[in-house]
């Protein structure tokens, strides 16, 4: 079989570059029609860029944090973090809003929250997915039992921390601890979202 693509090297013959620019454009096509693209090709399309993606750090009335259990290998070959525990969070379609993002969260993992409210803006290193990610981290109070089921509620102090996704572990917990001491010193129930 001929090869079609030289991965080896950087320089682009023509026929490489008509099937590139014709993968591209289909790339292109999926997102402005919001269709998802195959696992696969979504973790090697983000690995290009830089990505935007949206973090929930969802919390019940008892101070309670809602965390998901990621697929393993076997479920998802293309799983960048099998059997690691995460946030509920998405990547950023190319023309989709933060709002949007609320709505897919709501459908794809299963939850419902009402007043989201950012609290940190947080830059990745680049890791197992490439490149860097702007993350926007939103707390927001739950307002039905989230539906995931590979998702369970965790006290904060009980967080299995050498199981979260790196970046959550050292960039959203950090700043879910920051927000909630800002409440305490502020004299505010920290382990509630407070009203807006």
């Not at 026929?15 to 454009?25: F, S, T």
């Not at 292109?28 to 029609?33: S, Y």
């Not at 089921?149 to 920051?178: E, M, Q, Y």
Request: with cysteine; proline share 8%; net charge positive.
């Amino acid at each position: 079989m001929a090869v079609l693509i030289n991965r080896r090297t950087t320089a682009w013959t023509d026929g490489e570059l008509k099937i590139a620019l014709d993968v591209l454009q289909k790339i292109e096509r999926c997102q402005n029609k919001g269709v998802y693209l195959p696992g696969e090709l979504f973790e090697g399309h983000i690995r290009t860029h830089k990505r935007n993606s949206t973090e929930l750090i969802l919390m019940n009335e008892d101070g309670h944090v809602f965390l998901v259990l990621r697929p393993n290998k076997e479920e998802v070959p293309s799983e960048p973090y099998p059997g690691e525990l995460h946030f509920p969070g998405v990547t950023h379609g190319r023309m989709e809003t933060t709002e949007q993002t609320f709505e897919r969260l709501r459908k794809r993992e299963g939850v419902t929250f009402k007043d989201p409210i950012l609290i940190a803006l947080r830059e990745t290193k680049p890791g197992r997915r490439g490149g860097r990610c702007l993350m926007q981290i939103f707390v927001a109070q739950a307002t039905d039992q989230p539906t995931n089921p590979r998702g369970a509620w965790h006290s904060i102090p009980d967080i299995p921390r050498s199981k979260l996704v790196a970046s959550h572990r050292t960039l959203i917990l950090p700043a879910l601890t920051a927000y909630l001491e800002s409440k305490l010193n502020l004299g505010i129930d920290a382990y509630r979202t407070p009203p807006k």
